[in-house]
């Protein structure tokens, strides 16, 4: 695991630019630095020693000194593709999966080396015979990848902070983005909140060639259901989390695993055994999974380390957690992601954790359907469409909840796991340059197009694919891990378990109120039954709590009545807000967070 940053100029020649650049990533890499440079091109690499210790330094040349190559990730089946090449005659002068990558580049060529990669990957090659850039990133977006066009310059990198040093970056807040966090939570747009800096896709890759940059796809997600019976479901999963388990577990130095109280990590940890598990909690009654972290870990004779994250070490926490995304992150787990990788790195080098299983076999509660709900949904929709229409503007009472959601059509309501705000009370505090008339069902409607015959519960698997574990989950879980140099692996989101997971009938995942149905009873087999059917809490945070104290109230209060924040908001507008949940008139917890963490991003990166 590890970092890297470059670029493409004809009239930069410094050399001290790209070693600038590289700087603003140690922590990606503490453990070395590299650097490449060829008729206009730099490259710089932090490297974080996992596989072959001590020839795996970075950039990788071929024999000929004429392909280079800088590389993020790991590549899991990467001896398979070794014999082959080595088969074909290549020579290795490293046992490392980058040099595979390369080669696999020189024989097959960009689409045949990614169609066979099995892993998280983000890389550049620069072939120097073609004056060729080709560049890419894995099929799900484990790993990141930024880039710019600068007046003719091609600018590339793991995180975006890299990009303030170079000497032509014009660092402006994207306006267009503001809005669409206030809603989702994080930055749904492909370009983020640095003006002009883009994130490459999932499943994409680039050439950048004669001043061009051409962006394609390489790998398409898509549901694939295939009769199968629930037995022969769950004894699929059971196989494919095993083998993926062992996969990711290959390293050479030690790997621990992060555990809380829920099925997937529990899962993890019970089929990977590592000597070392990982969790952290709040002191707050409902708020602490790390018991059960401990208990399981006792049970299975692993070594538990815990932590206890306080209010004040939050707070603090939540201006690192900005400064490390790069772009704003209202996630409330990502302040705990960073404290729980804190702890991991005072052991271990690579972790495994539970991503994925929820997006693969339908873990939200939001895909439940318990028997009220399914009587509910056989009323004609033009019938549950006028309720919606005549109870939604009024205050809660028993049953409004299942009015909202089966009122309306899930493209018009869902749009991913978490919706902070509506447009309309977003563009409400936002200043005139902020405001966007571009809505959130406008961002989701290509992806719902994509799956407009399929179910409910299929669109919402889908949607949450394409966006909410992209930008949001797998987001955080680099960001804070790498802020704290570890490497975090997720075997559940492993490309075989996805190519299994499409296929799997929607009643094998969703059982009436059982989410992750087949998932849950795979992991029967590995874990005491009360571990397997828990319910899915996610990392709980009493952000919400705090602000109704005057110390921490006073603390984001501080912060909305600063200078600059009237350029975005209207000061009264949000100070409102606050206030009515600090009296108990609104519970706005999530809507106060997700405004103080962009007021907090934007003070790390323009005050």
């Keep these: 695991m590890c970092g890297f940053v470059g670029f493409y100029s004809k009239d930069i020649k410094d050399e001290n630019v790209i070693k600038e650049m590289n ?53 899991y089946n990467y001896q398979e593709i070794k014999d082959d090449l080595l088969e074909k005659g290549y020579k290795f002068k490293t046992n490392t999966d ?27 090659i620069w072939d120097s015979k073609k004056e060729k850039l080709f560049g890419a990133r894995d099929h799900f977006g484990i790993k990141p990848y930024y880039y710019t066009m600068l007046d003719g310059d091609f600018v590339f990198g793991s995180e975006i902070k890299s990009f303030l040093k170079y000497p032509k970056f014009k660092k402006e807040v994207n306006e267009k983005a503001l809005k669409h966090y206030l809603v989702f939570q994080y930055n749904p747009l492909e370009e983020t909140f640095f003006k002009g800096v883009k994130k490459l896709r999932p499943g994409h890759y680039y050439i950048f060639e004669n001043g061009k940059l051409e962006i394609k796809s390489y790998y ?3 549901l694939d259901y295939k009769e199968m019976t629930f037995d022969e479901a769950v004894s699929k ?5 095993e083998e993926s388990v062992k996969y990711h577990k290959i390293s050479d130095v030690e790997v621990g695993s992060f555990l809380s109280g829920g099925v997937d990590s529990s899962y993890v940890v019970a089929t990977a055994m590592p000597n070392k598990t990982f969790s952290v909690g709040f002191d707050n009654k409902g708020f602490d999974e790390t018991v059960y972290a401990k208990e399981l870990s006792d049970r299975l004779g692993i070594e538990n380390f815990s932590k206890i994250i306080t209010p004040d070490e939050f707070f603090d926490g939540i201006n690192k957690v900005q400064y490390y995304s790069d772009e704003p992150h209202a996630n409330l787990s990502s302040v705990a992601l960073y404290f729980l990788s804190k702890l991991a790195s005072e052991q271990v080098k690579v972790v495994l954790s539970g ?3 929820d997006e693969l076999f339908a873990g939200y509660n939001e895909y439940e359907e318990a028997l009220p709900q399914r009587i509910y949904k056989k009323l004609p929709f033009c019938l549950r469409n006028k309720l919606y229409k005549r109870f939604k503007d009024k205050r809660h009472f028993s049953g409004k909840t299942i009015i909202m959601k089966y009122g309306q059509k899930v493209e018009d309501r869902y749009i991913g796991q ?34 407009k015959n399929m179910d409910d519960v299929s669109k919402r698997l889908y949607l949450d694919m394409k966006m909410w574990i992209v930008d949001d989950i797998l987001l955080k879980a680099d960001k804070m891990t790498m802020a704290n140099s570890i490497e975090l692996r997720v075997p559940l989101l492993d490309k075989k378990m996805w190519e299994l997971a499409r296929t799997i009938p929607v009643r094998h995942k969703v059982h009436n109120e059982i989410t992750k149905y087949a998932f849950r009873k795979a992991a029967e087999n590995k874990l005491p ?3 397997a059917k828990r319910r899915k809490a996610g990392f709980l945070v009493p952000f919400v709590n705090w602000i109704k104290e005057e110390k921490y109230y006073n603390i984001v209060k501080e912060t909305f ?32 967070y997700t405004i103080y963490t962009f007021l907090k991003w934007y003070e790390q990166y323009f005050i």
């Design 23 to 75: 700087s603003q990533i140690i922590h990606r890499g503490p453990d070395s630095d590299g650097y490449y440079f060829d008729k206009g091109i730099n490259f710089g690499f932090r490297r974080l020693s996992i596989i072959d210790l001590h020839e795996g330094s970075q950039p990788i040349l071929n024999e000929n000194n004429d392909v280079a190559i800088i590389f993020n990730g790991e590549i």
């Design 98 to 124: 980058t040099e595979v990558i390369l080669h696999g580049y020189e024989e097959y060529g960009e689409e045949g080396i990614l169609s066979k990669l099995r892993g998280m990957f983000a890389f550049t």
């Design 220 to 222: 398409n997600l898509t």
């Design 237 to 241: 999963i059971e196989k494919e989390v």
């Design 355 to 357: 991503e994925g299983a």
């Design 418 to 451: 978490a919706k902070i705000m509506s447009d309309e009370q977003a563009n409400l505090i936002l200043t005139e340059k902020y405001k966007n008339s571009e809505m959130a069902k406008d961002l989701t409607k290509k992806y719902y197009d994509e799956v």
């Design 529 to 531: 039954q009360d571990w």
């Design 561 to 592: 009545n600063k200078d600059f924040v009237g350029e975005f908001f209207d000061v009264q507008k949000i100070n409102a807000l606050l206030d009515d949940h600090f009296n108990n008139k609104e519970n706005n917890g999530r809507k106060v």
